[in-house]
């Protein structure tokens, strides 16, 4: 069974970056999967970051782009976001994600992590 | 960027019946388009994917429809279990995006 498991500080002070790490276990992260980032901000629905593939390549949010940075270890089974310039909009649920590519198809979305809070404040 | 639109945004219902909620893609996507739950204090879970294609484990009363540009998640014979929220989300092009999310309330 896949497991994912978000890691990180809760609290991040504004203009400050904001890093959080997803460990994987029960998969390789060296996979033919897409591993990806989702938020859902206090009262608002879910938000696609981006998704980054085990050779490095990444596919991000353009309304975001200039401040992320996705990155994956594969020593360590683990891939990371990284968000510059953080503002009160930027508190949320941090879910990181996996799509897993079976022979047929892209499973979209189909393993989650618990979820780790991040509150914007000084 | 694709809009992805949901409706209704709220719907209260009783156990029993029937529910369907409706999801409506700003360009033709095709059959890309796939359908979560989430239950408060949960992560989404992934109940359709690929606008009608069933997932193991999830409930058969769970069913999704459509192609193109509209979609809908038709849930049958509510249980008070399926008080959620249910969002719809589209693979077809980047930036993916998710619809604004459907409350289901059960009385």
């Known amino acids: 069974q896949v497991q994912l498991q978000e890691s990180g500080p809760g609290v991040v002070k504004p203009s400050g970056t904001l890093s959080l790490i997803c460990t994987v276990s029960g998969a390789s992260i060296s996979s033919r999967d897409w591993w990806i980032w989702v938020r859902r901000p206090p009262g608002k629905g879910l938000e696609w970051i981006g998704e980054v593939y085990p050779t490095g390549s990444s596919n991000i949010k353009p309304s975001l782009r200039s401040r992320v940075t996705l990155s994956v270890d594969k020593s360590r089974n683990q891939f990371s976001l990284t968000l510059t310039s953080v503002t009160a909009a930027d508190a949320a649920i941090y879910y990181c994600?996996?799509?897993?590519?079976?022979?047929?198809?892209?499973?979209?979305?189909?393993?989650w992590g618990q979820g780790a809070l991040v509150t914007v404040s000084s | 960027e694709i809009v992805v639109t949901q409706s209704p945004d709220f719907q209260s219902l009783t156990p029993k019946e029937k529910v369907t909620i409706t999801c409506r893609a700003s360009q033709t996507i095709g059959s890309s388009l796939h359908w979560f739950q989430q239950k408060p204090g949960q992560s989404p879970k992934l109940v359709v994917k690929y606008a009608s294609q069933s997932i193991s484990g999830v409930p058969s009363r769970f069913s999704g429809s459509g192609y193109g540009t509209d979609f809908t998640l038709t849930i049958d014979t509510l249980e008070a279990e399926d008080a959620a929220t249910y969002y719809c989300y589209q693979s077809s092009r980047l930036p993916y995006t998710f619809g604004q999310g459907t409350k289901l309330e059960i009385k």
């Open positions: 994600v996996r799509s897993h590519q079976t022979g047929v198809a892209l499973i979209h979305l189909q393993d």
